[in-house]
Structures are given as structure tokens and as C-alpha cells.
């Protein structure tokens, strides 16, 4: 089976469908890509397709986390250059460039981390002070929220550097 489905959604966006395979195969969306199988509920029944546990992408429909979804295949991948990356993978640290607006040598660019992260959870990204301000925010906000939690999953670190900020992964995602 093969076969490709595009659609033209708002503003001129084009998502791309595409589906290979018999009895199994790659599923690729605009949301990512997803390995399906046929799975033998038992004799009597029809093969039924289920999407595997081995996705490259989140589910379109799963709640996009921060660390797994986010955070870690942008360190991975160097996405951000030095505004995002490890200072020592082995022990989970990692900094993130973390800008004063009120600065007189602040750029859009650097807020490209936060505006990755909002793109990732759906949001649009705008042009406009409001907008950087508030991207921050949410970023930050998610980032106490991994911190404050009854079992945190990561831990701000002191950091030589104003710009930056450090922080360390706890637990299951070091």
C-alpha cells in the first residue's frame, strides 16, 4: 500500500499524509512520523492496525512534554546552536540562553528557544515585544513547573554567565 494525501489548511500551510507498507509500515504526517503494525487480536477477529510504541515523533493527540518531546532531540540535534546546549551531557547539564529584553544588544534570534517551544505546543509565533515577552514566560513557566513538582525532573544550576541559564536533568531523564 502506498499513498499520499495533501491538504491546504489556513494561511497557505500544507500538510503532507503519506502511508507505506502491507501489514505494517511508516506512517508520516505533518506532526511526524509513526511506525504502524498489524496486530492478530486472535483468530476469529480481523487484523487490526495499531500505531507501535517505537514513534519517532509525539502522537498528535499526546500531551507534548517539555524534556522528552522538546528539550532533549534540540540538545541532540544542536538545533539552537549555543543559544541551546550541553555543558555536560553525562550528567544531564545543559544551559539556555535566557535574554534581558531590556538590553540594548537584544535580537529576536535570541529567543529562538522559546519560540521553537511554542511553535512545537501549536502556538502561533508573532512578530512584537508582547509576544517575546510572553514566550519567555510560558518557558519559564514550564521549566518551574519541572523543578517545583513533588519529584522534580530538573534542578536550576548556578551560572557564571547573566545571559544564560543552567539547569540539570533529575532522574529518569539523565
Known amino acids: 500500500m ?4 495533501v491538504t491546504d489548511q489556513n494561511c497557505g500551510i500544507v500538510h503532507l499524509d503519506m502511508a507505506f507498507g502491507v501489514n505494517g509500515g511508516l506512517r508520516v504526517t505533518s506532526k511526524g512520523i509513526y511506525v504502524e503494525e498489524e496486530i492478530a487480536m486472535d483468530e476469529e477477529k480481523e487484523n487490526h492496525t495499531r500505531e507501535s510504541d517505537n514513534e519517532i515523533m509525539p502522537k498528535q ?3 507534548i512534554r517539555l ?3 522538546f528539550l532533549i532531540p534540540s540538545l541532540n540535534d544542536r538545533r539552537f546552536g549555543e543559544r541551546l546546549r550541553w555543558i555536560n551531557e553525562e550528567e544531564g547539564k ?8 531590556n538590553s540594548s544588544k537584544w535580537k529576536t534570534e535570541q529567543t529562538a528557544v522559546f519560540q521553537g517551544w ?13 509576544y517575546y515577552t510572553a514566550s519567555k514566560h510560558r518557558m519559564s513557566r514550564a521549566l518551574q513547573k519541572l523543578s517545583k ?6 534542578r536550576e544550576l548556578p551560572s557564571p554567565d547573566a545571559k544564560y541559564k543552567c539547569f540539570q536533568l533529575l532522574g529518569r531523564w539523565r
Not at 545543559?94 to 529584553?101: D, E, F, S, T, V
Not at 505546543?121 to 508573532?126: D, F, H, I, L, N
Not at 513538582?149 to 530538573?154: F, T
Open 2 to 5: 502506498f499513498g499520499v494525501h
Open 61 to 63: 493527540n499526546r500531551k
Open 67 to 69: 524534556i522528552p518531546d
Open 94 to 101: 545543559l544551559q539556555m540562553l535566557w535574554p534581558h529584553k
Open 118 to 130: 511554542d511553535a512545537m505546543k501549536g502556538r502561533k509565533v508573532a512578530d512584537g515585544a508582547a
Open 149 to 154: 513538582s513533588s519529584r522534580p525532573a530538573l
